[in-house]
């Protein structure tokens, strides 16, 4: 995992909220900005429990039905098999040109209300006007809300309880279970086929870079973002998915000078070449600089991976489902397998 290009340069401890606080009322008589209309507004029938990775137990009368989440936790509950649940996204959706960002897989943006779509960006009015029922997003270091505003988090927070789930220092799988519970607890159905077969996908993927390892060993991994000013490697003993890759026997570059929570090592591009790989993965996001975006830094150029063609896209905040997660295990063991050994 790597900072957007807003906090490049910053620890994720600066970057991300924590804790939380009360607000007697905000916004009082605020319009209603839900897109959805009624459907998510039938209550499923009982008391409803889900206890986050905060170790905070919420505890309401009934199942919400009026969710709101980080985009790539609404794609992931909508992976699980939720759908009119989720009411409201906020961080990264479509793109300038009107296409959907990677990060919301099948959500149905015309059927969700978007509080903000880059970092920093939540509107507290839309949301209030939300009736939010619980509030969804992943959580890199304890205590803290991925893309919740510093700045309007306890007013944010005061509206409606709140679910995290950790995405860093575990293996990809854990969030993945993680989200899984929470979206049964919300009413998906997680032995219907479309989450079954994603499942059998997503094993199967993991066998394929497992096999891709052994027939092409030695094969040096590293993840990174580009800048204007710096080169980033991302740290595989922090950052969820490289974990994962590293389990299934990849060798991932582990970067020595950590900054940033231990997240990545910061390079000026003068040190870009510092660790040997044979292929690069490479930050994706529209807030990282693209291959052709970096084509005149002579010092990428010179990279040997860039040299031989063996830089491939990163998705640096994986969406955590089997359906997000197989594509990305897919995508790496064909760059395994075609790599050749640089020196």
Partial sequence: MLPSSSA??????GLLAAGG??????????????????????????????????NQK????????????????????????????????????TRADGTLDPQAGALDVDKVTVLGNVWGEFNLEKYAGLRPELLV????????????????????LALAPTVTVTTARVPMTR?????AELARSLGADLNAKKVTDAKARFEAA???????????????????????DLFYVSNPKVSTDLMYFAELGVDIVVPTKLSGGDYFESLSWENAGKFPADLILLDNRSTALQPKD???KPTWQALPAVRAGQVTGWDAVPRFSYAGAAPLLENLATAIRSAKRLG
């Avoid at 997003?137 to 944010?156: L, N, Q, R």
């Avoid at 993991?206 to 204007?228: L, T, Y």
Wanted: hydrophobic residues 40%; neutral net charge; proline residues 6%.
């Fill in 206 to 228: 993991a066998e394929s870079v497992r096999q891709a390892v052994k027939a092409n060993p030695g094969i040096r991994v590293m993840a990174a973002s580009g800048s204007p």
């Fill in 21 to 54: 606080a009360t607000l007697a009322s905000l916004l009082v008589g605020c319009g209603d900005a839900d897109k959805t209309g009624s459907a998510g507004d039938k209550k499923a029938s009982g008391p409803w429990s889900f206890t986050d990775d905060r």
């Fill in 8 to 13: 490049r340069g910053l620890s994720r401890r």
């Fill in 294 to 296: 970096l084509a005149a």
């Fill in 175 to 179: 969030p993945i279970e993680r989200y």
């Fill in 58 to 93: 919420v505890e309401l009368k009934a199942a919400p039905t009026r969710v709101v989440a980080f985009t790539g936790v609404a794609a992931a509950l909508i992976d699980f098999g939720l759908d009119s649940q989720i009411v409201g996204v906020f961080g990264e959706t």
């Fill in 137 to 156: 997003t992943h959580m890199y270091d304890p205590g803290a809300f991925w893309y919740v505003p510093d700045e309007s988090k306890d007013k944010i």
